[in-house]
């Protein structure tokens, strides 16, 4: 659904509370690019997020009516564009030796260029306080100038509304915590096209913490080929070099973590009356996939998983690998279900 309009369908109350955060995310850009975002985007800017539909017609026609405006003048001004006849092979040219016209057209493109640029900054703008919703926006802490700096050089030449959303999601995560998306992450997607971002899509519901089951007869059942792995080692998402292996040593009945993600954690247990050591052959995922699986809203593929844990168990006897779902955690410690979504035992 349209942000705006999941903004509309909301009840009054959360509408204000998105305004109120919204002032806040505001107040967090302005101090990180001074009297630029505070001209642009001032109390007054955000009281209009009450009316949001009215405010996006508004900018649509506003710059259609530029663009249109902008074309038909450049369209008048040329009419007369300085064609010549070469009198060598009888081709067509535009005499670029006026030095006033040329001036003239140049002045007209680069007006047209900087307003599509702060057009797109704008939208990004607008779709960051909607992905923000009605969060706690801590103003105490401020966001890197450089930061700020780079990623608004790059979203300035992000038309694509898709695209805008994911940089939206990057910015809105960046005022909630300081320091969550890398400079490294930026030029990374700076570089990416819109198809090979739903490309990278593709993995991340294979990605568990900072792994990937290393199985490729199980990844290619479910449409990961080794193909599609060596491209995401060239991109820097990952490495497939083939030797990554989780390896852990166990006493007696006793437990251990293996990965977690969001909201699961993978559990292993020693059913053997003497130590075991574990190992799972992984692919590692570099700071790059792992900024990439922060912004994207997917979820875990738990059949990959059953059947990945399955076939990694045939080679950990004695073992008992269960998935639990999360209840809580802080910096020392994980609560989870003690029923498991699923368990196996080998």
Do not use: C, W
């Given at each position: 659904?349209?942000?705006?309009?999941?903004?509309?369908?909301?009840?009054?109350?959360?509408?204000?509370?998105?305004?109120?955060?919204?002032?806040?995310?505001?107040?967090?850009?302005?101090?990180?690019?001074?009297?630029?975002?505070?001209?642009?985007?001032?109390?007054?800017?955000?009281k209009k997020m009450a009316d949001a539909e009215a405010y996006k017609e508004k900018v649509l026609a506003d710059a259609k009516a530029y663009e249109i405006n902008t074309i038909g003048e450049a369209i008048r001004n040329n009419k007369d564009l300085p064609i010549?006849?070469?009198?060598?092979?009888?081709?067509?040219?535009?005499?670029?030796?006026?030095?006033?016209?040329?001036?003239?057209?140049?002045?007209?493109?680069?007006?047209?260029?900087?307003?599509?640029?702060?057009?797109?900054?704008?939208?990004?703008?607008?779709?960051t306080v909607l992905e923000l919703g009605d969060k706690t926006v801590d103003t105490t802490e401020e966001i890197d100038e450089d930061w700020f700096i780079r990623y608004f050089k790059i979203v300035e030449d992000i038309s694509d509304e898709d695209m805008q959303n994911l940089w939206a999601r990057i910015l809105a995560g960046e005022i909630l915590r300081p320091k969550t998306n890398s400079l490294r992450l930026l030029d990374f997607l700076k570089n990416t096209s819109k198809d090979d971002f739903n490309v990278l899509l593709k993995i991340l519901p294979f990605i568990s913490e900072k792994y990937i089951i290393r199985d490729l007869r199980i990844l290619q059942k479910y449409g990961i080929s080794y193909e599609l792995i060596l491209r995401l080692d060239e991109w820097g998402v990952l490495n497939s070099d083939g030797l990554t292996n989780i390896t852990t040593k166990l006493d007696v009945n006793s437990k251990t973590e293996i990965f977690q993600t969001k909201n699961l954690i993978l559990i292993a247990k020693n059913n053997f009356r003497q130590t075991k050591e574990m190992r799972i052959p992984v692919f590692s995922v570099t700071e790059i996939g792992l900024?990439?699986?922060?912004?994207?809203?997917?979820?875990?593929?738990?059949?990959?998983?059953?059947?990945?844990?399955?076939?990694?168990?045939?080679?950990?006897?004695?073992?008992?690998?269960?998935?639990?779902?999360?209840?809580?955690?802080?910096?020392?410690?994980?609560?989870?279900?003690?029923?498991?979504?699923f368990e196996i035992t080998n």
């Open positions: 659904m349209d942000p705006i309009e999941t903004f509309n369908n909301l009840p009054p109350e959360q509408q204000q509370e998105i305004i109120k955060q919204g002032l806040k995310a505001v107040d967090k850009l302005s101090k990180g690019l001074g009297k630029l975002f505070g001209y642009f985007f001032d109390d007054k800017y955000m010549k006849l070469s009198s060598i092979d009888n081709t067509l040219s535009v005499d670029i030796t006026n030095t006033e016209q040329l001036i003239q057209r140049s002045n007209l493109r680069l007006q047209y260029q900087q307003a599509k640029k702060q057009q797109n900054i704008e939208s990004v703008i607008g779709k900024g990439l699986l922060n912004l994207a809203e997917t979820s875990l593929n738990l059949d990959f998983f059953r059947d990945a844990i399955t076939a990694f168990s045939k080679d950990n006897k004695n073992m008992t690998f269960s998935l639990h779902l999360i209840k809580s955690r802080n910096d020392d410690s994980i609560t989870y279900e003690l029923n498991p979504i």
